[in-house]
C-alpha cells in the first residue's frame, strides 16, 4: 500500500467515525450505505431480516417520482427523487430535515444515479453533469463535479474512495469530501476519439463515415468494484480498471462471447459476487440475451453463463433488465414476464462452464420463488428476497421457495423500479408516484390519498411545431402509413436529451399531446415529456410476449395492440395518466411486419391480423428460426416469431380484420378472408380519403401445400374495405404485400412492398403501385432485392430499403429506380423528413444530395434495426437493443435548446 493511499484509508476511517458524531448517532441501528448495499452491488445482506406482515409507517412525498434507491446512516434516511432533489428524513420522526435540489431546473429529469454514503457525505450523479456531494448534516452541497455529460451510474463506495461513471464513459475516483484523485475516459483512450461525444458532426468527421455498434460508447449502467477493480459496462465491453492510488490502469477491456451475432451487447445489470466473479445480464438483438460470467484471472478473462437465463425469439422466456443478486453461486434475477417474477438459478457444471450451450432447460437450472413481473434488482435477505414489481407492490419472498409471498400493495399502482433499503426490520423504497415509503412491524400510518400528479406535464412543448398536426402520432407518421413528413428539418443536429428504458423495442415512439409513448416487447407502456424526456407514467401488462407492435396516439386517448402466446388484447389508455379505459381481445402473432397499429375512422378503431396455435418455435421446421416443437396431438402450430421467408401458416390462421368502438371497445363488425387463404399476421392496414386498405400475404409454397392436402390457393390479396361496415368495396389477388411490410396509401394510390417474391418459381421482387380507385396496378417498380417495412411516400422521394442490402428511390410516375445505394445497414426502419432519410445512431443522411451523410452518432446502439423520426420539430430516437431513448433538434431550437448537461451560467 502506498503512503498517499494509507494516509487516505485513515483519513476516512477518522472522518466516518467522527461522522457519527456529527450527524447524530442511533444507538443499534442499521445502516444501508449504498446502492444494493455493497460495492458489488451484489444485493446479499445476509445478517438482515424483516419479520411480515409489515405495516405502513409512512410515505412521504417527494418533488417527483422515484427511481433510485434510499441509503441510511446514523438513524437518517436519504434519497434523491427524479428531479435531482435530494431530501434527508428522520428515521425514527420521519420529519423531513432537509431537501436541497441540484441544478439544471425543469430539465434536470429521470435522475437514476442512487446516493452513497461516503463518512459525513452524500454523494450522486445528476441529469444535469454535475457530481454532488453534500454534508449530511446540513443537506448543503460541498462540493460539485461538473462533468458536462449526463451521470446514470450510482456511486460506489469502497477502500475510504468514491467511484462513479458519467454516461460518456468517463470514470472518476474521488476523496469523500468530492475532491477529485484521478478520472479516465473509455472514449479516448479505447475507441479514440477526442472530440464533443454527443455531437454527430464530430463522430461523421472522425469516422469519415458513419458510426456502428464497434463506437457503442454509453455507460448507462451501474458500474461496480471488489478490491481495489472497478468494472465498468461501457459501450457494450466490460472494463476492469485498477485503482493505482494517484493514477488509474486500465487491465482489461472485456467482450461478452459471441451468441445470436457478435456484435457489443448492452449491458442491463452488472454485479460481482464473492469470487469476484462479474455478473452480467446483457442484451443483443431481438430477445437475444443472458447472464453471462467474466473472471479476470491474470490479464486474461474467463467467461461461462448462468444456466437457464439465454432467450432468443424462439425459445421459452422473456429478457431480464435488472442486475442480478448473488449468494455464493446461486443467482437471483427478476425480469418482466408474467409467472416468473423473482428466479433463483442454480449453477450446473455442464453448462456453467460451457459459453456454447444455446439453450439450457430452465426448469431444470432455475426455480420461480414467486411475486410479480419486475425490472428492480432483488434485495438478499437471511432467508428472504424483497424487491418491487411493476404492479406497484413491493415483495417478500421466501428463499427457500416454499413458503408464502407476502406484498404490500401502494394505493396508486405505479411500478417499484429501484431496489429498497433494509434496516433495523423495516423497508424503505420509492416508487414512481413520487412517494418514499417506509414498512415496519409496527406500521399503522393510513396509505397516503393525494395523487402527486407525477404525470402532469411540466415543460410543455415549444418552438414552431406544436400543433397537433405536426406528430408523428403512429408508428408509420400518419394513417396512410407513408412514414414522411416535412418539418423544416437540417443541419447542425444537437442533442437534447437522454434517458434510459428498461426494455427492448422495435418500433418508432409515436407522440402527441406533448408526450412521447414507447411499447416494449415485454408488455410496458412508457410515457415521457416530449421536451425533457421526463417519465410520466409506466403501465405494464402482464401476458405480453415479444409484442412488436406500436401504439396510435388520437384525442388523448392512446391504442396499444398487445399480443402473446396465450392471449392478445387491444388496449385503450388514458394517454394523459395510462389508466386503462378499455381492452378487446384479437388474436394472432405480432411477429416482424405486425408494427403498424390500428387505423382509426370517425370512432372507430380498426386492426388486423391472423389466429391458430402459437408456440415460441412452431411445428413446421422450414419455416422457423432454428428448433422446431412437436405438439403432443401433432396438429400444426405456428411458430410465434417466424421467419419472412414463406412462412408457414396453419389451416386455422384466419386472416381477420376487426373494428371496435372507440369509446367502449366494443365489437362493432368482424371480416374473415380466409376464403381467400390460410395467414393474416403478416399483413398490413391504412387509411386514405375514408377508406380502410387492407393487404396480407399468404405464402406461396405451392409443394408444401399440397403435402397437407390443400389447394394451391392465391398467395395474397388487397382489399378496399368501408371502414363504418366493413364491406369490401373491391378486392384483389393479384398484388398483395409479400411478408414484413405493411400498405402505404397516398394520393390515390396504394404501394405494396414486402420480403419475398410475389409467386413460387421467381426471384424478382417488385413494389407494386396500385390505383386507390379499383386495385388496378399503375406501375411495377424495377426488380428489388426486397422491400421490408414500409415504402416511403414523401413530397419528393419514393424510397424502400432491403434486409443488409440496397436502399432504392423511385421515381413516381413510373417506378423506375432513379439513385440506388448501400449503406450496409442492417435491417434498418428508416424514416424521411423532407429530403433527410433518418437512419439509426441518429444518422441522417440527404437524400436530395447523394444520400450524403450529413450526421452520424453518437453510437448509443449495438444494433441497426431502427432508425428516428421528426415529431413537432424535434428528432426522437429509440435504441433497439440498448436500453437508451435520445431526442434531437436542429436549426433555430439548437441554439435555444440546449441539453441540461452543457446549461451553464457563466
Known amino acids: 500500500m502506498s503512503i498517499r493511499l494509507a494516509v487516505i484509508c485513515l483519513q476516512f476511517a477518522v472522518v466516518a467515525l467522527f ?114 456531494v453534500l454534508d449530511r448534516e446540513t443537506g448543503k452541497i460541498v462540493r460539485e463535479i461538473d462533468c458536462r455529460d449526463p451521470i446514470f451510474s450510482a456511486p460506489a463506495v469502497s477502500n475510504g474512495r468514491a467511484y462513479f461513471a458519467t454516461l460518456g464513459s468517463q470514470v472518476y475516483c474521488v476523496e469523500p469530501n468530492g475532491e477529485v484523485i484521478w478520472s479516465w475516459d473509455f472514449v479516448k483512450e479505447v475507441i479514440g476519439f477526442d472530440g464533443d461525444r454527443w455531437s454527430g458532426e464530430q463522430w461523421h468527421k472522425f469516422k469519415e463515415g458513419r458510426v456502428t455498434w464497434k463506437d457503442h460508447f454509453v455507460c448507462s449502467r451501474n458500474l461496480a468494484m471488489y478490491d481495489r477493480t472497478i468494472v465498468i459496462p461501457a459501450g457494450g465491453r466490460i472494463v476492469f480498471l485498477d485503482d493505482g492510488g494517484d493514477t488509474p490502469k486500465l487491465r482489461k477491456v472485456a467482450e461478452v462471447p459471441k451468441f445470436h451475432g457478435g456484435e457489443y451487447p448492452a449491458a442491463f445489470g452488472l454485479s460481482i459476487g464473492e469470487d469476484n466473479s462479474v455478473y452480467v445480464q446483457w442484451h443483443r438483438r431481438d430477445n437475444a440475451g443472458r447472464t453471462d460470467i467474466l473472471k479476470l484471472n491474470g490479464e486474461e478473462v474467463e467467461t461461462a453463463i448462468v444456466p437457464g437465463t439465454q432467450t432468443y425469439i424462439d425459445t421459452p422466456g422473456l429478457m431480464s433488465f435488472a442486475s442480478v443478486s448473488l449468494r455464493g453461486t446461486d443467482v437471483y434475477r427478476v425480469r418482466p414476464e408474467e409467472s416468473f417474477g423473482l428466479c433463483r438459478h442454480i449453477p450446473s457444471p455442464e453448462t456453467h462452464a460451457d459459453p456454447n450451450i444455446d439453450r439450457a432447460d430452465e426448469a431444470k437450472y432455475a426455480q420461480y420463488l414467486g411475486g410479480y413481473p419486475s425490472i428492480c434488482p432483488p434485495i438478499l435477505l437471511k432467508d428472504q428476497a424483497v424487491y418491487g414489481g411493476l404492479d406497484g407492490a413491493v415483495y417478500v419472498v421466501p428463499l427457500p421457495g416454499d413458503g408464502e409471498v407476502w406484498s404490500f400493495k401502494t394505493p396508486f399502482g405505479r411500478p417499484i423500479t429501484a431496489p429498497a433499503a433494509v434496516f433495523d426490520g423495516r423497508i424503505c423504497f420509492g416508487g414512481e408516484d413520487g412517494y418514499l415509503y417506509i414498512l415496519g412491524p409496527d406500521g399503522d400510518a393510513p396509505l397516503p390519498t393525494r395523487n402527486l400528479a407525477v404525470h402532469e406535464i411540466r415543460s410543455p412543448l415549444s418552438g414552431d411545431f406544436t400543433d397537433p398536426k405536426f406528430n408523428w402520432y403512429t408508428n408509420y407518421g400518419d394513417m396512410g402509413c407513408t412514414n414522411s413528413n416535412n418539418q423544416g428539418l437540417k443541419p447542425p443536429l444537437r442533442m437534447r436529451w437522454v434517458r434510459r428504458v428498461e426494455g427492448s423495442v422495435k418500433h418508432i415512439p409515436v407522440c402527441g399531446g406533448g408526450r412521447m409513448y414507447t411499447h416494449t416487447a415485454e408488455g410496458q407502456i412508457i410515457c415521457v415529456e416530449q421536451e425533457t424526456g421526463r417519465l410520466l407514467w409506466r403501465r405494464y401488462f402482464p401476458g405480453v410476449y415479444l409484442s412488436f407492435t406500436s401504439p396510435i396516439y388520437h384525442e388523448e386517448k392512446l391504442l396499444v395492440p398487445q399480443a402473446g402466446i396465450k392471449q392478445s388484447r387491444l388496449r385503450c389508455l388514458n394517454a394523459a395518466t395510462g389508466d386503462l379505459l378499455w381492452e378487446a381481445p384479437f388474436t394472432g402473432s405480432p411477429s416482424w411486419s405486425r408494427q403498424f397499429p390500428p387505423a382509426l375512422h370517425g370512432n372507430l378503431a380498426i386492426y388486423a391480423s391472423g389466429s391458430g396455435k402459437m408456440a415460441p418455435a412452431g411445428s413446421e421446421k422450414a419455416f422457423i428460426w432454428r428448433n422446431s416443437e412437436t405438439p403432443p396431438t401433432n396438429e400444426e402450430v405456428m411458430s410465434y416469431i417466424y421467419s419472412h421467408n414463406n412462412p408457414f401458416y396453419p389451416q386455422d390462421s384466419r386472416p381477420t380484420v376487426w373494428a371496435w368502438d372507440l369509446d367502449t371497445g366494443k365489437l362493432v363488425w368482424q371480416k374473415d378472408f380466409s376464403d381467400y387463404g390460410a395467414g393474416g399476421n403478416d399483413c398490413g392496414v391504412a387509411m386514405m380519403d375514408g377508406t380502410l386498405y387492407y393487404s396480407t400475404y399468404f405464402g406461396y409454397q405451392a409443394s408444401l401445400r399440397r403435402r397437407r392436402g390443400q389447394e394451391d390457393g392465391v398467395n395474397g390479396l388487397t382489399a378496399s374495405i368501408n371502414p363504418i361496415t366493413g364491406e369490401v368495396n373491391w378486392l384483389t389477388t393479384d398484388y398483395f404485400v409479400t411478408a414484413g411490410c405493411t400498405v402505404t396509401a397516398r394520393d390515390g394510390r396504394l404501394y405494396l412492398g414486402g420480403y419475398n417474391p410475389a409467386r413460387d418459381g421467381t426471384k424478382d421482387r417488385f413494389i407494386w403501385c396500385l390505383d386507390a380507385k379499383d386495385g388496378s396496378l399503375v406501375w411495377q417498380s424495377d426488380p428489388v432485392e426486397s422491400a421490408v417495412n414500409v415504402v416511403t411516400v414523401g413530397d419528393k422521394f419514393i424510397f424502400s430499403n432491403a434486409i443488409r442490402a440496397q436502399c432504392h428511390v423511385f421515381d413516381k ?29 441518429m444518422d441522417m443522411l440527404d437524400l436530395s444530395n447523394g444520400h450524403k451523410l450529413v450526421a452520424t452518432g453518437p453510437a448509443v446502439d449495438s444494433r441497426e434495426c431502427l432508425g428516428s423520426a421528426v415529431s413537432n420539430g424535434r428528432i426522437f430516437y429509440i435504441s433497439q437493443a440498448s436500453g437508451l431513448e435520445l431526442s434531437a433538434v436542429s436549426g433555430k431550437d439548437a441554439k435555444r435548446l440546449i441539453p441540461v448537461w452543457e446549461q451553464r451560467s457563466e
Not at 820 to 837: H, P
Open 19 to 132: 461522522s457519527r458524531s456529527s450527524v447524530g448517532t442511533v444507538r443499534g441501528a442499521e445502516d444501508w450505505p449504498q446502492f444494493k448495499f455493497d460495492s458489488r452491488h451484489s444485493g446479499n445482506v445476509a445478517d438482515r431480516h424483516v419479520q411480515t406482515p409489515l405495516g405502513l409507517q409512512a410515505a412521504i412525498p417527494l418533488s417527483d417520482g422515484v427511481y433510485t434507491s434510499p441509503v441510511v446512516a446514523d438513524g437518517r434516511i436519504y434519497a434523491v427523487d427524479g428531479s435531482g432533489v435530494a431530501f434527508c428524513i428522520d428515521a425514527a420522526s420521519f420529519k423531513v430535515l432537509w431537501k436541497t435540489p441540484t441544478r439544471g431546473g425543469l430539465d434536470n429529469v429521470n435522475n437514476v444515479s442512487s446516493p452513497a454514503i461516503a463518512g459525513p457525505y452524500l454523494h450522486f450523479g445528476t441529469m444535469s453533469g454535475f457530481y454532488c
Open 813 to 841: 410516375a413510373t417506378g423506375k429506380i432513379t439513385y440506388r445505394f448501400d449503406l450496409d445497414y442492417n435491417c434498418t426502419r428508416f424514416t424521411v423528413s423532407g429530403s433527410f432519410l433518418m437512419g439509426p445512431n
